[in-house]
């Protein structure tokens, strides 16, 4: 969702790789819930217990916060937040309850009937959960997550950027972010594909990331479009790095992760949006202070929430290829979705007040740290 989790407001338009990049949030908004899965890898459904006990404290101005999450590396941020008690001790006596996503229209979902207040989940369904509820039902209060998508091939097949006609590539999901990526970097090359049935100069696949490995060991793909750690799996089978998304955005810096809240919930307890901000926030500073120990508290929670953990050669460069940072890169959502509308995959989006930074930018501060932007998408 998770899989997806992105650039400028493009009234000028960014190089074509760019834009191709960012259709992928924009078809999120085109497709139904159920094509919008998320980025999850080997992740299920449930309900969890907060990993730490309850910090000592006076609860805030509710018993219990519920969030939600995928048991995914670009989820990193609340795995480690949760698993160490970083977020809980600055909740204090209000008690965490942790559900576990697959993908992220169930997330909106749970989030529109109350089930969840907060989550951690990907550009795409955040674009699709806010339009298609008229900018009634979430807020981006946060950014989490850059990086971690590859497009990754058998070496055998492909040994180039211009050597992928007539090819075999798959992505999680029909309309997910990297599903519209690929079709965005085909489009800009010259490439001639059917969006929504994948046919074309280049066959798109949608393939859910759990089987795309068995997909590309039996020969049914050429290569994938993904994630990670799924990227990586796919390597660990032989398959090359041909191009790192990275590579086609502004300051190699793109949205793969990003936190929302429901807004009923942000104007009734401010106090605890903010604490969890604050949790987030100095997950992300732990992370980049211990980033071996955090990659290895970050898998044990993907093992207690998903039974298995990832094997060091899939972990090791998975983890090293994303970045957590607490800038919700709001142009770069922006210009996915304005590349999707040029690629024909949706009508233009109205996402004016999609985020509301005020508490993010408050923690900052407190935080002696540079505030960030909205590119022009805040609360009004």
């Given at each position: 969702m998770a899989p997806s989790t992105e650039l400028t407001h493009t009234s000028a338009r960014p190089t074509a790789g760019r834009t191709r990049r960012a259709a992928v949030a924009a078809?999120?908004?085109?497709?139904?819930?159920g094509l919008l899965s998320a980025c999850s890898y080997g992740s299920k459904s449930d309900d969890k217990a907060s990993a730490k006990p309850a910090a000592s404290g006076a609860k805030l101005s509710v018993d219990t916060v519920k969030i939600g999450y995928f048991a995914n590396l670009t989820h990193g941020t609340a795995l480690v937040?949760?698993?160490?008690?970083i977020i809980q001790?600055?909740?204090g006596g209000t008690q965490i309850k942790a559900q576990v996503f697959n993908a992220g229209p169930s997330e909106i979902e749970a989030l529109n009937?109350?089930?969840?207040?907060?989550?951690?989940?990907?550009?795409?369904p955040s674009i699709n959960g806010y339009t298609q509820s008229d900018g009634k039902s979430l807020k981006i209060i946060s950014g989490s997550a850059s990086g971690g998508v590859k497009l990754v091939v058998n070496p055998d097949k492909i040994t180039s950027l211009d050597d992928l006609k007539g090819k075999k590539l798959a992505t999680p999901q029909l309309g997910n972010t990297q599903d519209v990526a690929l079709l965005n970097y085909l489009a800009e090359k010259g490439y001639h594909v059917d969006a929504k049935t994948g046919d074309g100069d280049v066959k798109v696949l949608r393939t859910d990331n759990k089987v795309t490995p068995d997909a590309y060991k039996s020969g049914s793909i050429d290569g994938a479009w993904v994630p990670e750690p799924t990227a990586?799996?796919?390597?660990?089978?032989g398959a090359k790095v041909l191009l790192n998304e990275k590579d086609v955005w502004p300051d190699k810096k793109f949205v793969i992760t990003n936190?929302?809240?429901s807004q009923k919930f942000l104007t009734e307890h401010p106090d605890v949006v903010e604490a969890v901000l604050r949790g987030s926030v100095k997950t992300n500073a732990w992370i980049k202070a211990n980033p071996a120990q955090a990659k290895d508290v970050a898998n044990a929670q993907i093992k207690a929430d998903?039974?298995?953990?990832?094997?060091?050669?899939?972990?090791d460069p998975a983890w090293q290829d994303i970045d957590f940072i607490d800038d919700p890169?709001?142009?770069t959502l922006q210009a996915e979705a304005d590349h999707a509308v040029t690629a024909g995959l949706l009508k233009k989006p109205n996402l004016d007040g999609i985020y509301d930074l005020t508490l993010l930018n408050k923690v900052l501060k407190e935080n002696n740290q540079p505030a960030v932007s909205d590119a022009g998408l805040g609360t009004k």
């Open positions: 078809v999120a908004v085109l497709t139904t819930a937040g949760l698993k160490q008690g001790q600055e909740l009937a109350g089930s969840i207040d907060i989550g951690w989940i990907g550009p795409s990586s799996k796919l390597v660990s089978l936190i929302i809240v998903a039974g298995n953990s990832l094997d060091a050669a899939i972990l890169l709001a142009g």
